[in-house]
């Protein structure tokens, strides 16, 4: 108990004594004269200058001139050469088309009679004359001709009708006709078409 006492007195002289203290410092500094001087404010003008960008400088345009014309010389054409051109190459042709029955239809070849002074083409090559008239040469003619003569003949072997193809004059082109319509020719197969069947008869007139 007693040192309690005697902390506790301790610590009131401490707590007195720091009062005390305290109260001199607030007492000397109210003496002393503190500040901090703030010399007087000066002004500064301060200019704004607007910005100009430097102009471009003028652009100068000068004239290059122009490259002189050159004379280009062409090579004369040389008249011994000839132009060369590739042949084209061959083109197919379509195939052809033959009706059936015109396949292995021959044409018939010109029948020639031996001896005799006319030939027969056509159709009728094939057909044999079984009654003919033969003109003969006229008398007070001094030229070789030829006649030559459609004929149409019927299936019975009749002449049904004659056409001047080539003339040789008006005697021999009359005796000629006179001749043919006398003409019979055999009658045509029954297994054939019973058609008209059409020539050409060629008569030759020669100096004996």
Known sequence: MKRHTNRMGSLTKGVIGSVILHIIILVCLRFVNVGIYFGEAEFIEVGLIAYTPPA????????EPLPAEELVELPEAKEDEKEIIPEAPPKELPPISIPKEEVGKETPSPAIIQGEPYIIEGELSK????????????????????????????????????????KGGNIFDQITLD????WKFEKLPLHLPQETQKGVVTFMYRLR
Do not use: C
Not at 56 to 63: F, L, S, Y
Not at 136 to 150: R, S
Not at 179 to 182: G, I, K, M
């Open 56 to 63: 471009e400088p003028a652009r100068v345009i000068t004239k």
């Open 127 to 166: 057909r044999r004359v079984i009654s003919k008239v033969i003109p003969l040469y006229p008398e007070g003619y001094n030229v070789e001709t030829d006649v030559k003569v459609e004929i149409w003949v019927s299936p019975d072997g009749r002449v049904e009708r004659l056409a001047l193809l080539k």
């Open 179 to 182: 001749a043919l319509r006398e």
